[in-house]
Structure formats: structure tokens, C-alpha cells
């Protein structure tokens, strides 16, 4: 049986619970940074440098790879405390992290040329949006009614 709708109806939206935007967004997050990190080999003199034992800067350690491992985890971690934290924790945490994360995103461009402004421009602009998205979404968490508070 067909069902005829008018094409010009209004389309509803589904109401979104917020751990589910964060989860959203965190993934989001995620594959911008792996992807970003990803296409920096592209650049040259990065996978020459790796080679000889550097990343950026600083000699490749087990101490170097692993304040990386941390570094990655964190947001990592969040896609999955977004969705399993209680609420008070859960907007505490996603407050923080991601207010902690934008200076560090931003860091990103540290030592960049101009040649390379757009590409650390877009992807610092993407990360720090989404970063602003999650601290937005977690700030206006719905509240509950107190029982002492009229509806």
C-alpha cells in the first residue's frame, strides 16, 4: 500500500539526547585529528624525519610515543564516558576536556609556514568548532524539574 505524502510537508526532527550528540561529536573529533595527523606525512621532510629518529622537534622515545598515546586517548575515551557517565559527571568532564583540548589543538600550527596556513587553518578551525559544539552542548544540558519548582 502507498502512502501519499505532500512533498512540501514539514519533515520533523527527532528529538537528540545530548550524550548522543556528544558521542557524535567526539567521533567526529576523532577522525579529524587521526586524519589530519595522517596527511602531515604527506609533508616533506616529515616521513624523512620520522626515518632519522625525529618528530618535529623532539627525539622519537618511548616517553615521546607514549605522552602521544595519552594525548589521542583522551578524546578516544570520551566517545565512550559521553555516552556511559551520569549526568553531572558527564557534563563536568565533556566541559573540561574539551576546554583543555582547544589550546592544545591549536598548538598544532606551532612552527607552520604560510605555505601550510590553509591546511592547519581548516583543520584547527574544524577541531576547534567541534570542540565549541561539544563545551555548547554540554553547557545547555537539559535540567529535570525540581519537585519544589512548578513545570
Avoid: C
Avoid at 76 to 104: E, K, Q
Amino acid at each position: 500500500m502507498t502512502r501519499h505524502v505532500p512533498i512540501n510537508s514539514a519533515l520533523k526532527d527527532p528529538q537528540i539526547p545530548v550524550q548522543a550528540k556528544l558521542v557524535a561529536a567526539w567521533a567526529s573529533f576523532m577522525f579529524l585529528y587521526i586524519y589530519v595527523d595522517i596527511l602531515n606525512f604527506y609533508k616533506p621532510g616529515v616521513v624523512d624525519g620520522i626515518l632519522n629518529g625525529l618528530i618535529w622537534k623532539f627525539d622519537i622515545s618511548s616517553t615521546l610515543l607514549t605522552i602521544f598515546l595519552v594525548s589521542v586517548s583522551i578524546p578516544a575515551m570520551m566517545v565512550w564516558l559521553s555516552m556511559t557517565l551520569p549526568a553531572r559527571v558527564n557534563r563536568a568532564t565533556n566541559l573540561v576536556v574539551a576546554s583543555l583540548l582547544i589550546p592544545y589543538s591549536m598548538f598544532n600550527a606551532a612552527g607552520a609556514t604560510w605555505e601550510w596556513a590553509a591546511f592547519y587553518g581548516i583543520s584547527i578551525g574544524l577541531e576547534v568548532l567541534l570542540l565549541a559544539f561539544i563545551l555548547r552542548s554540554a553547557w545547555t544540558w537539559p535540567r529535570t524539574s525540581s519537585p519544589l519548582t512548578p513545570a
